[in-house]
């Protein structure tokens, strides 16, 4: 099976250097700055289950994409998916798979909309990775799990080609029947982590050890879920016992990604991991006179965008 992977940083880099570590066939779309540095260092990862250093990983960019593959293994931030649309469409063919990593839901639409359903898995990824300033992947926790499936809960051939593709590679890796629960469950937790995280700029302890963060907490994952539910995704009460604990564990230095990208002044995925979700709610539309927890750390989040706009965008102070 000949594998795209749709970038090379922190998810992509993991991954499809895991892939590539066991042999599969795997090339990274990547832009010119990172095919340069894959060229001179090659891709190197560091991780608690090994380490990992292929020198000049078979790389391709945009502007050259001409062969079509037949899976294409797409993890870009939400914000950058309509570039990395164009950019990996040559090599979509009659028979690609994309398997799209991203959070939330709203992606689905959108390659959806371009590629044809389907072209469309389910997918979900559970890691802690980042790129460091040298460019190398340094993966964070003792969890690299690869989740996906037919959206339509069929055990398809093709599937059961990835799955054998995917088996024994060095993550773990799992065929969902009902992927898309599980991707909104995931949407759910993270929603409210992040929300709350970046709201209260804190981590799930200090929250907790705050008059009414616990409350918040609850409120805010109730209204996750009672979303999810009216969209015909119920939770399952597994999930719900789960993330209950995990949000509201007393010494928990948890926080969300958003908050740390926050805290360096990057972009943040607001639209898609908080506003599709509030979009989804019929409270948004049936009662605008009162704030929800989602509605308040989504504004709190769209006015964190706006400050870091006028930043970027404001001419430099004369000096004297």
């Given at each position: ?24 066939d795997v ?63 040559p090599a ?132 996750c879920c ?95």
């Amino acid at each position: 099976m000949r594998i795209l992977v749709v970038g090379a940083g922190a998810i992509g880099g993991y991954f499809g250097g895991r892939l590539l570590q066991a042999h599969r066939d795997v090339t990274f779309l990547v832009r010119r700055r990172r095919a340069a540095e894959l060229a001179e260092a090659g891709l190197i990862v560091k991780s608690p289950f090994g380490d990992i250093h292929i020198r000049r990983p078979p790389t391709v960019l945009a502007e050259n994409l001409v062969q079509k593959f037949d899976l294409i293994l797409l993890s870009s931030k939400a914000y950058d998916l309509a570039g990395a649309m164009d950019s990996l469409a040559p090599a979509v063919g009659p028979e690609t798979m994309v398997l799209p990593l991203l959070n939330g839901m709203r992606h689905l639409d959108l390659l959806d909309q371009r590629f044809g359903r389907l072209h469309i898995l389910g997918g979900q990824c559970v890691i802690a990775a980042t790129l460091d300033a040298q460019g190398t992947v340094v993966h964070l926790n003792d969890i690299h799990r690869l989740t996906f499936g037919e959206r339509d809960q069929v055990i398809s051939e093709r599937i059961g080609r990835l799955a054998s593709t995917l088996n024994s590679v060095g993550f773990d890796s799992r065929l969902s029947e009902d992927i898309v629960r599980e991707m909104w469950e995931k949407w759910v937790f993270l929603a409210t982590l992040a929300g709350v995280t970046c709201l209260m700029r804190a981590s799930i302890g200090d929250i907790m050890a705050a008059q009414g963060g616990h409350d918040l907490i609850r409120s805010l994952l109730d209204e996750c879920c009672t979303i999810a539910k009216r969209a015909g995704h119920t939770p399952q009460l597994a999930f719900l016992a789960q993330a209950r604990a995990t949000l509201t564990a007393r010494d928990s230095s948890m926080t969300a990604s958003m908050l740390r990208d926050i805290e360096a002044n990057r972009p943040v995925e607001a639209d898609h991991i908080l506003g599709d979700l509030l979009q989804r709610s019929e409270h948004a539309e049936a009662d605008r006179n009162q704030l929800s927890p989602l509605a308040a750390a989504f504004a709190h989040l769209k006015a964190y965008e706006a400050r870091r706009l006028r930043t970027l965008t404001a001419p430099p102070e004369a000096s004297e």
